[in-house]
Every structure is written in structure tokens, then in C-alpha cells.
């Protein structure tokens, strides 16, 4: 059983009450991975939205062989830690590709649909947690602007 | 058009009803900017949502001594779009700064703590800004993605010395064959340039090539089938052509 400690030390849920919590915990499912196992690819349609349980999980750019290579990993989840958030925002496409990265690892799944559906019977949970969403989308785009940014930048004052 | 059919209109509020539009519109503001006129800087607090009612805006990063420039544009904004989105993510404050890039430009200023407000109230409502705001910063994200993937990943630069030495020995031959190589080529990050005598009058026509991170390089006595050699092993290939260069 999960507890409610658990999940509101999940960034994504910091926000909701025990009753909210309580709710998200009757839509969680577990599930067991090995080392090396791929839990989703980049480019398929999200059907759950996960969170690490036990372990810990690649999240890594896609090789065409499907194999996880450690350099093509761009971060490493541990206990507690959300993921899948393109479950939740448009195009609804995962953009990496997740692989257990322990001995074992457990992750937490929640469907998108009984989420979405969550959000709709309680506006308050679905506002509380896609400002976390909008959080997270946002900073990952203004690292890539400011990428942009310091490269156009660094064009202009290297030009002659 | 009224401030609520634009409202309707606008990509953030898609979904919200007439009540909901209403109050957004309470807390907004309307204000005029010129030509050039900064909206606010990169660094500040943002507590600003800004809806464009008429005209562009451009986000640009702002170069430490240098006036702002066009070609320092990042993203640009224009008739019902936002920006400011940084009100909603920490720090909090403005990653790049905006600047009016239309003759005159009118924007709609909404307080961030006005919609919070508006939020808590009406959670659905926050729901759906939420929703729309990090659909629209995910497509934005895709979109800058691809336009800084073909970026050209370097800059070069050709002068044509076209004095009237050069011209005599042949330079306009010379960069007619050069502007023809380049069209082929279909490369969009090089630059032609024509300059006037560089005191080298019987080694005309002579060209400087200039890439950059590179040692310039300048070419004496061209012709048109040199100047397609130079362009094709160097400028394309990297490869100086030492016997045309110029060793004073």
C-alpha cells in the first residue's frame, strides 16, 4: 500500500490535502522492472503518468537498436520523483525514453485517464497539480532558450 | 472588436466562459508602446502577464555594451498572444527582455496576482490556464527546438576586392562565379561583401575569405574556375588552397 507520506512527498501532489491524496492513491498501480528494462520509448502516445517507487530510472534519448546508453542519458530519477509529465500536456508524445537503472526497480502508475478524470471531479486537485506541470514545462523550455540565447549571442560577439 | 471577443481569441483562455473572461479582463490593463520601446528587462520580477492586442513583440537577450538588435530576437509575439509566462515558473523573473518591434504596439497588461486570485476563487478556471499555458510553452518548445536545430552552425564572410584594379583584372567575373557557387550550394549562412583597393593592384582580383574561429585567408589573381575551386575545397571542404594564396 502506498501511503499518503509517500505521495505527498511527490513534488507533482505537495500541494494537495489528504482527501486529494487519498484520491490520487485509489488510481495508483505498481509495477516491477530489471535493470535495463525499458519502461516507455520516446515518441509513443503516454497512457500513464509515473512516479519512482524504488530505485532508480534513465530517462535518456532513444538509440534506434532501442538499447540505453549511458551517455545519452539526460537525467537520473530516484525515490519520489515524477515522470511521463507529457501524459499531461499536448502533443501528449513522450519526448524521452525511461529505463530502469537499478538492480530492481519499482514505479508507481497512474492512468492518464482516471487523472484527467480526477481533475474533472475536482477542479481544485487538476488547478493544484498542472501548476506543478506548468512548472516543470516551463522550466525545461527556458533552459532551452537560454541555450539558444548564449549560442545566437555568442554568434554575434565571435562574428568578425 | 470588444476586450472579451479578444479575450476569446486569445490562445491562454481558450475554454473559459463569459464570467470567467470577465474577470480576467478586470485586471487588465491597456498601454501603447513605439517602435524600440523596451516592455520590461531580462532579470526583472515578472508579475506581468502581456497579451499583444495589435502589433509584434520580440523577446531578445540583451548584450552587455550593444544596443538591442533584431537579430538578437529569440522568439517573436504578435496580435493575441502572450508573454510573460515566467509570472507562473520560479524564480519568477523575466528570462529575456521585450521590446516593441512594430511602429506602434498595443498590449493588454494582466496582474499575475489578479488571476491568482481569480484562481482560488475558481479553480476550474486555473485549471484550464494551467492546461493551455503549458500546452502552449510545449509547442513553443518544440518549435525553438527545430529553428535552433537548423541553425546555420557557422558564419562566413567574402570580400571581393573591387577596386578599379580589380575590376580591370576581372573581379566582377570573379564574383559573378562566386554568387553563382553559392546559390547552388544553398548554403544560408555565408556573406558576400565588395570592397575597394587593398593596395595589392598587380595581384588582382583578390578575395579575402574570412570563417569563423579561422585565420583569414586572402586569394591573388583569380578567375572564375579559381574562385569555383576555393569555394568548393575550402569554403565547403576546409581546405585552404595554399598555391592561390596571397604570402606577402
Redesign the interface.
Known amino acids: 500500500m502506498i501511503s499518503l507520506d509517500f505521495l505527498e512527498n511527490v513534488d507533482a501532489f505537495s500541494d494537495l490535502d489528504d482527501n486529494q491524496l487519498t484520491a490520487v492513491r485509489e488510481c495508483c498501480e505498481v509495477a516491477e522492472f530489471k535493470r535495463g528494462e525499458q519502461i516507455f520509448a520516446a515518441g509513443e502516445t503516454p497512457e500513464y503518468f509515473w512516479i519512482v517507487r524504488e530505485g532508480q530510472v534513465n530517462l535518456s534519448w532513444d538509440l534506434p537498436d532501442g538499447l540505453a546508453m549511458p551517455e545519452n542519458t539526460i537525467t537520473t530519477l530516484s525515490q519520489g520523483m515524477p515522470f511521463g509529465w507529457?501524459s499531461?500536456?499536448?502533443?501528449y508524445k513522450y519526448r524521452l525514453s525511461a529505463h530502469c537503472a537499478s538492480r530492481s526497480g519499482k514505479v508507481i502508475m497512474i492512468k492518464k485517464g482516471r487523472l484527467i478524470q480526477l481533475?474533472e471531479d475536482d477542479?481544485?486537485l487538476?488547478?493544484k497539480v498542472?501548476?506543478k506541470?506548468?512548472?516543470v514545462?516551463?522550466?525545461?523550455?527556458?533552459q532551452?532558450?537560454?541555450?539558444?540565447?548564449r549560442?545566437?549571442?555568442h554568434?554575434?560577439?565571435?562574428?568578425? | 472588436m470588444s476586450g472579451l471577443d479578444l479575450l476569446k481569441r486569445v490562445e491562454i483562455f481558450k475554454g473559459l466562459n463569459q464570467d470567467q473572461l470577465n474577470s480576467v479582463r478586470k485586471g487588465g490593463q491597456e498601454k501603447e508602446y513605439l517602435y524600440g520601446n523596451r516592455l520590461f528587462a531580462e532579470g526583472e520580477d515578472a508579475d506581468l502577464i502581456w497579451l499583444v492586442l495589435d502589433g509584434q513583440v520580440d523577446l531578445r537577450f540583451d548584450l552587455p555594451g550593444r544596443p538591442t538588435s533584431e537579430e538578437n530576437t529569440v522568439f517573436s509575439i504578435t496580435a493575441a498572444q502572450t508573454l510573460g509566462w515566467s509570472s507562473f515558473v520560479p524564480p519568477f523573473k523575466y528570462a529575456l527582455s521585450a521590446y516593441s518591434a512594430t511602429k506602434s504596439c498595443k498590449i493588454l497588461q494582466i496582474n499575475k496576482d489578479h488571476l491568482l486570485e481569480c484562481f482560488e476563487k475558481d479553480p476550474r478556471m486555473g485549471l484550464i490556464f494551467m492546461t493551455n499555458v503549458a500546452a502552449i510553452a510545449s509547442m513553443h518548445f518544440d518549435q525553438l527546438q527545430e529553428s535552433a536545430s537548423v541553425s546555420p552552425p557557422a558564419k562566413v564572410k567574402i570580400t571581393v576586392h573591387m577596386g578599379t584594379c580589380g575590376i580591370a583584372a576581372g573581379a566582377r567575373e570573379v564574383m559573378s562565379a562566386l554568387v553563382g557557387e553559392i546559390s547552388r550550394s544553398d548554403r544560408q549562412d555565408i556573406e558576400v561583401l565588395s570592397s575597394g583597393c587593398i593596395g595589392q593592384c598587380k595581384n588582382e582580383p583578390t578575395i579575402a575569405v574570412e570563417i569563423a574561429g579561422e585565420e583569414p585567408v586572402i586569394y591573388q589573381k583569380m578567375h572564375p574556375a579559381k574562385m569555383r575551386q576555393v569555394f568548393k575545397k575550402h569554403i565547403l571542404g576546409g581546405e585552404v588552397q595554399e598555391d592561390y594564396t596571397l604570402n606577402d
Open positions: 507529457s499531461l500536456v499536448p502533443p481533475f477542479a481544485q487538476g488547478y498542472m501548476s506541470v506548468m512548472i514545462v516551463g522550466n525545461r523550455f527556458h532551452l532558450q537560454d541555450e539558444v540565447a549560442r545566437k549571442g554568434d554575434i560577439i565571435n562574428r568578425w
